[in-house]
């Protein structure tokens, strides 16, 4: 259209600026008020298709011995204490929630599990990875050792350093989720969680909770989802 | 630019008030309303993103950490790494959707025709930007975009393809493995996830200096869609 009566093209001009107006609501992120929950739907609408995404069977990359980083080249890193000073020697893990044989559990019925070695990539919401070597029992096989519901939603746990995690039970049960008592075929030293940690390879690294006390199978969380994800961060935190 | 209106009738004529006027109507309401949702996200995802980078800033190993940059905070949004992917997390949504839509109305609609880079625009690039930058003489205008539009509009919106499809594979390296894979891996599709940001970046100043010179009825348009007195159809009228 070239030639147009100026009034007509000002009623046209005005009624299309109207039809813009529903990108004002971006403008709620705006509101102080709104903005916390808006963003809490926005990480549960992304945690909620990050679930969908996930599949059982699907590996994580696994990789070379040659590709693996050395040990001094894998960092140690904590939310707070690198040793909150866990008693090796009478240390057990507590086992409760939805399962048959609840009770404490030793690292050597652990390790009497079919130990899983694998190189595979830590990835840390800081925006770092590392590959590196972890050996442990596979939490499948320790969730069938304890006769846990496996229908039950969540794996949470609870670490000597007052951290604490929950995992979904989909992500607990994929073949690659460790309970990990080893890093470069030694055991765990101090720093990197000993006795027990979780090794995720599919999930960000803050999941991977070290020094664990407690194992929980459970339908619902409390108020207590995770230590970070309870200040802000994604709790599915799937990769 | 001629509006050849001011014809300053007195009011017994109101007949000869009838003002007509050249305008184009060149802005569908969906690339309007797309073009400002994506620029909202743009916004708010360069922001957040730089807050994220801030964790960790550097494309190399953990150990020994070698940072680039130190990002000013006033530039970041989300105030910690938390809440910066919070704000990340929640816009990438819009960012897509709008992208979407975007692209899905160019191809259905056939308007991508006037705003794609072809090779037979190539031949107008180097006129356009003597014209800009160097003071040459400024080429006819026969389109609604000059090649050198053509050119910016059509790479942006391949640096807005490359950053959702690098930030899937950073967001899900293991359910995604495929798409890392021409990436270079997921360590790489980090440095790319970052370089089409800077794509965008640049972009956005030459971009919003054009709008600002060419003048209100042009940033009026992409507003209400319609253009007064485009300087395509005075010279096709002219001819």
Redesign the interface.
């Known amino acids: 259209m070239a030639s147009i009566e100026d009034k007509k093209l000002k009623q046209l001009s005005r009624r299309q600026l109207l039809k813009l107006a529903p990108v004002l609501a971006v403008g709620a992120f705006a509101v102080t008020r709104w903005q916390d929950p808006l963003l809490d739907h926005g990480v549960r609408l992304s945690d909620w298709a990050s679930g969908l995404l996930f599949r059982r069977r699907h590996p994580a990359a696994t990789f070379s011995d040659g590709e693996v980083v050395t040990f001094a080249k894998f960092p140690y890193n904590g939310y707070d204490d690198l040793d909150p000073g866990v008693d090796l020697e009478n240390w057990t893990l507590s086992v409760a929630g939805n399962v048959r044989h609840p009770g404490e559990y030793t690292l050597a019925q652990i390790q009497a599990l079919p130990r899983i070695r694998q190189n595979t990539r830590h990835v840390c919401v800081e925006g770092w990875d590392v590959i590196g070597r972890f050996g442990g029992a596979r939490i499948s096989d320790f969730l069938a050792l304890i006769g846990a519901d496996s229908s039950s939603r969540y794996v949470a746990v609870e670490c000597a350093d007052d951290y604490y995690e929950s995992l979904d039970m989909a992500t607990a049960l994929h073949p690659q989720s460790l309970l990990c008592y080893e890093m470069y075929d030694q055991p765990l030293d101090r720093g990197h969680g000993a006795p027990l940690r979780l090794s995720l390879p599919t999930k960000v690294g803050y999941k991977s909770a070290k020094y664990l006390t407690k194992l929980t199978v459970a339908n619902v969380l409390g108020a207590q989802r995770g230590y970070w994800e309870d200040q802000g961060y994604s709790w599915y935190a799937g990769l | 630019m001629a509006s050849g209106?001011q014809t300053g009738m007195p009011d017994a004529q109101p007949e000869a008030r009838?003002?007509?006027?050249?305008?184009?109507?060149e802005h569908p309401?969906a690339i309007?309303?797309t073009h400002?949702?994506n620029a909202?996200a743009v916004a708010?995802l360069a922001a957040s993103g730089l807050r994220?980078?801030r964790?960790?800033p550097?494309f190399g190993?953990?150990?020994p950490?070698h940072d680039l940059v130190n990002i000013p905070q006033a530039l970041t949004l989300g105030g910690w790494?938390?809440?910066a992917?919070?704000?990340h997390?929640?816009?990438?949504?819009?960012f897509a959707g709008s992208g979407v839509l975007y692209l899905a109305y160019q191809l259905i609609s056939g308007h991508y025709k006037t705003v794609l880079f072809l090779p037979r625009d190539v031949k107008g690039v180097w006129p356009m930007a003597r014209h800009y930058f160097l003071f040459g003489p400024k080429p006819p205008a026969t389109e609604q975009y000059n090649a050198l539009q053509k050119l910016a509009y059509t790479t942006t919106v391949l640096c807005g393809v490359a950053s959702l499809l690098t930030g899937l594979v950073l967001y899900?390296?293991?359910?995604f493995?495929w798409l890392a894979w021409p990436m270079g891996g997921?360590?790489l599709a980090?440095v790319w996830h970052f370089v089409a940001m800077c794509g965008f970046l640049a972009f956005i100043p030459g971009h919003v200096i054009m709008v600002v010179l060419h003048g209100w009825s042009n940033f009026?348009s992409m507003?209400?869609?319609?253009k007064?007195d485009p300087e395509y159809?005075s010279r096709r009228?002219a001819e």
């Open positions: 209106a009838m003002q007509l006027v050249t305008a184009a109507y309401w309007r309303f400002w949702l909202a708010v994220i980078f964790a960790f550097s190993a953990k150990i950490e790494l938390g809440g992917l919070q704000w997390f929640t816009f990438m949504w819009l899900k390296p293991v359910q493995s997921y360590h980090r009026a507003l209400t869609g319609w007064r159809l009228s």
